[in-house]
């Protein structure tokens, strides 16, 4: 039965002997006679609604709900203990009494309140009252449906702290979202993404030409190739541009997208991300003047360079040691360099080798011959340094130097200096 306040119900005649005779005069499931009083009516619709129904005066006081909305919405709910007017301390999530709700619902002809009340079950219980005014000859009521939407507010709290995880990610890690409605030719972009083109909040008309304006002359013609090849071979798209700003400042931007297609086959949607890489763009640039800048001095200097593995194998010879064998750089890299190491140094040379690998950074000098392209003999000096430790290089780095001329001066002036002496020795 439903609960109202203690004087209502027990008066003759009123909304509860109203709602008996109602529910004797028809069975369970039949339609009420349209010819009833609307206390007869109110009350049979607050006893045979399958959801929870709650009366309330214009000035905010709840004057009765039906059992479903006691039992099954409010439940346990310690701000319901004393039934109906139990409903009276009720107040919006926003602040708004049910009194000022009352009034909003009558001038309005509609409205919507939600409220967190405590529970005996659980910390808060999330409520929702749809309510219509209810005119009668006494003044005027409304009458409000109530549901339960705690579990609707949390699926909607998850998500709601899901999506600011990834809106600080994507803060983060500056990046932006898109959605590319094709056939409407709309675009919808996170907030990030206008950041990253140097739009303010809410700039992005959704237009393309507005995407187009910013993306470098240059690079627009690749891109609009690309998204039209990934469209056409029903792959990803995955791109590399620059982004130009009002203020000419250019930044560099990475996107990605997949697309959706219709049944008949024509693309509907292109979702995906678009990410900044300056730094990285500009990183690698460095990199890369860095390297050039290596390789000439590599290439000029007068000592030859080569990398070569654990196992002897040559990554890598410069143009300058090519030179000094007579050879071209790929026949080197392509050969064992040890097989021109003349047979009687090539013990030595094993044995410098071996320990050059068994300590991380050693750095071991000596000399040996190869065989220069004409078949003669040429001294080089070598130092090997042991960087297989250094991802950046993974191998042995060995310097080597042509010292041909000075072993043969050494050899000449250590012959000259005995024949000095015995010619002073005879004066």
Same mark, same amino acid.
């Given at each position: 039965?439903?609960?109202?306040?203690?004087?209502?119900?027990?008066?003759?005649?009123?909304?509860?002997?109203?709602?008996?005779?109602?529910?004797?005069?028809?069975?369970?499931?039949?339609?009420l006679?349209?010819?009833?009083?609307?206390?007869?009516?109110?009350e049979?619709?607050?006893?045979?609604?399958?959801?929870?129904?709650?009366?309330?005066?214009?000035?905010?006081?709840?004057?009765?709900?039906?059992?479903?909305?006691e039992?099954?919405?409010?439940?346990?709910?310690?701000?319901?203990?004393?039934?109906?007017?139990g409903?009276?301390?009720?107040?919006?999530?926003?602040?708004?009494?049910?009194?000022?709700?009352?009034?909003?619902?009558?001038?309005?002809?509609?409205?919507?309140?939600?409220?967190?009340?405590?529970?005996?079950?659980?910390?808060?219980?999330?409520?929702?009252?749809?309510?219509?005014?209810?005119?009668?000859?006494?003044?005027?009521?409304?009458?409000?449906?109530?549901?339960?939407?705690?579990?609707?507010r949390a699926?909607?709290?998850?998500?709601?702290?899901?999506?600011?995880?990834?809106?600080?990610a994507?803060?983060?890690?500056?990046?932006?979202?898109?959605?590319?409605?094709?056939?409407?030719?709309?675009?919808?972009?996170?907030?990030?993404?206008?950041?990253?083109?140097?739009?303010?909040?809410?700039?992005? /008309? #959704? !237009?393309? =030409?507005?995407?187009?304006?910013?993306?470098?002359?240059?690079?627009?013609?690749? *891109? $609009?190739?690309? +998204? &039209?090849?990934?469209?056409?071979?029903r792959?990803?798209?995955?791109?590399?541009?620059?982004v130009?700003?009002?203020?000419?400042?250019?930044?560099?931007?990475?996107?990605?997208?997949?697309?959706?297609?219709?049944?008949?086959?024509?693309?509907?949607?292109?979702?995906?991300?678009v990410?900044?890489?300056?730094?990285?763009?500009?990183?690698?640039?460095r990199?890369?003047?860095?390297?050039?800048?290596?390789?000439?001095?590599?290439?000029?200097?007068?000592?030859?360079?080569?990398?070569?593995r654990? /196992? #002897? !194998?040559? =990554?890598?010879?410069?143009?300058?040691?090519?030179?000094?064998?007579?050879?071209? *750089? $790929?026949?080197? +890299? &392509?050969?064992?360099?040890?097989?021109?190491?003349?047979?009687?140094?090539?013990?030595?040379?094993?044995?410098?080798?071996?320990e050059?690998?068994?300590?991380?950074?050693?750095?071991?000098?000596?000399?040996?011959?190869?065989?220069?392209?004409?078949?003669?003999?040429?001294?080089?000096?070598?130092?090997?340094?042991?960087?297989?430790?250094?991802?950046?290089?993974?191998?042995?780095?060995?310097?080597?130097?042509?010292?041909?001329?000075?072993?043969?001066?050494?050899?000449?002036?250590?012959?000259?200096?005995?024949?000095?002496?015995?010619?002073?020795?005879?004066?």
């Amino acid at each position: 039965m439903p609960t109202y306040l203690p004087d209502e119900g027990s008066r003759p005649g009123g909304l509860s002997s109203a709602v008996e005779q109602a529910g004797e005069s028809a069975p369970a499931g039949a339609a009420l006679p349209l010819d009833i009083a609307p206390d007869t009516l109110l009350e049979a619709l607050l006893s045979r609604s399958p959801c929870g129904l709650v009366l309330i005066s214009s000035d905010g006081t709840c004057l009765a709900l039906n059992e479903r909305a006691e039992r099954q919405v409010l439940g346990t709910a310690t701000a319901v203990s004393n039934g109906a007017a139990g409903l009276q301390p009720i107040v919006s999530d926003e602040g708004e009494s049910l009194g000022a709700f009352a009034a909003r619902v009558l001038q309005d002809g509609a409205g919507t309140l939600t409220a967190s009340i405590p529970s005996a079950d659980a910390p808060e219980r999330a409520i929702e009252l749809q309510a219509v005014p209810w005119r009668h000859d006494d003044g005027a009521t409304i009458v409000a449906s109530i549901r339960d939407v705690s579990a609707q507010r949390a699926r909607e709290r998850v998500l709601r702290e899901s999506e600011e995880r990834l809106r600080l990610a994507l803060q983060a890690a500056r990046m932006g979202t898109y959605d590319w409605d094709i056939p409407r030719g709309r675009l919808t972009w996170s907030r990030e993404h206008e950041e990253l083109w140097g739009l303010a909040p809410g700039e992005f /008309d #959704g !237009t393309y =030409e507005m995407f187009a304006s910013r993306v470098h002359p240059d690079d627009l013609p690749a *891109v $609009d190739h690309g +998204v &039209a090849r990934c469209i056409e071979a029903r792959e990803p798209f995955a791109g590399e541009f620059r982004v130009v700003w009002p203020d000419g400042t250019v930044r560099w931007i990475a996107g990605t997208g997949e697309f959706e297609f219709g049944p008949t086959g024509a693309p509907l949607k292109m979702r995906g991300v678009v990410r900044e890489i300056t730094e990285q763009k500009v990183a690698e640039a460095r990199l890369q003047a860095s390297d050039r800048r290596f390789r000439s001095v590599v290439e000029h200097a007068w000592d030859g360079i080569s990398i070569s593995r654990e /196992d #002897g !194998t040559l =990554e890598y010879v410069s143009p300058s040691a090519a030179r000094m064998l007579g050879e071209e *750089v $790929d026949r080197l +890299v &392509a050969h064992d360099l040890a097989e021109r190491v003349h047979p009687a140094d090539r013990a030595r040379m094993e044995s410098r080798l071996d320990e050059v690998r068994s300590t991380p950074h050693a750095v071991v000098t000596w000399s040996h011959r190869l065989r220069h392209r004409s078949g003669e003999y040429r001294w080089v000096e070598v130092t090997a340094t042991n960087l297989l430790d250094d991802p950046a290089v993974n191998g042995i780095v060995s310097n080597f130097r042509d010292v041909t001329e000075r072993r043969q001066a050494t050899t000449t002036c250590g012959w000259r200096m005995p024949r000095c002496s015995r010619s002073r020795a005879g004066c």
